[in-house]
């Protein structure tokens, strides 16, 4: 059973435009939700975390916005830039100050068009 | 900022044989180490979770025996995959831990002929 889901699989918008990345969990208890960005033969990169006590996260260009309730996050990218063209992963883990196991979902391909 | 370096990124070996990648986190203490697989499809599968002066905890379908890993200090972890086979391609990832964010290096490659 596949505990963290992505959709779509692949998204393309335009330059400028609002890109919306969906994630969804099973596990009630993940309680810390971080969203990497990866670009093709690098690692991924940490871009934007949140936990499971706040609804909304934002830094920059980038939103985070949970629903506790349904299980569901979602990564806001506004103004999208070419550069921000990339895979993004939503990951989840339970946070207890030891060791963090994260469990992955499969990725968003994100294209941007000039 | 919280840098992991990741040694060799790339490696070819032949069926069989064994080979050893290395993990430095740069900058910070690392309070744990994670190793990933990364498939060609570019899902994760998580091998094992490593804190220093604890036992080194592998997931359901790795083992020790096959994945060895030593994490001799907080900055500093290595992992071999012993006889390897096509199955065992795959981007390897070390993910280092700093206040509960897990950083990444930029992988190992792992091809097998």
């Known amino acids: 059973q596949q505990q963290v889901r992505q959709s779509p699989q692949s998204l393309t918008v335009w330059e400028g435009e609002t890109a919306i990345l969906n994630c969804s969990y099973e596990d009630s208890t993940f309680n810390y939700f971080p969203w990497y960005q990866q670009f093709p033969g690098e690692g991924p990169a940490l871009l934007i975390s949140i936990s499971s006590v706040s609804d909304k996260k934002e830094d920059g260009r980038f939103t985070i916005f949970f629903n506790k309730r349904e299980k569901k996050l979602s990564l806001h990218i506004t103004d999208s830039q070419p550069g921000d063209s990339a895979t993004y992963f939503c990951?989840?883990?339970?946070?207890?100050?030891?060791?963090?196991?994260?469990?992955f979902g499969k990725g968003t391909q994100l294209i941007i068009q000039p | 900022g919280a840098l992991v370096y990741q040694y060799p990124r790339r490696t070819i070996c032949k069926s069989g044989t064994s080979m050893r990648m290395e993990c430095q986190a740069v900058?910070?203490?690392?309070?744990?180490v994670a190793w990933y697989r990364q498939s060609p499809q570019k899902t994760f599968e998580l091998i094992a979770l490593?804190?220093?002066?604890?036992?080194?905890?592998?997931e359901q379908n790795f083992t020790q025996e096959k994945f060895p890993i030593s994490h001799p200090n907080l900055s500093f972890s290595s992992m071999t995959v012993l006889n390897a086979y096509l199955e065992d391609r795959g981007l390897y990832l070390c993910g280092a831990s700093l206040r509960a964010e897990q950083f990444f290096g930029p992988g190992t490659r792992l091809t097998v002929l």
């Open positions: 990951a989840a883990s339970v946070r207890t100050g030891g060791a963090d196991r994260l469990t």
């Open positions: 900058g910070f203490q690392a309070t744990s």
């Open positions: 490593s804190t220093v002066n604890s036992a080194i905890k592998y």
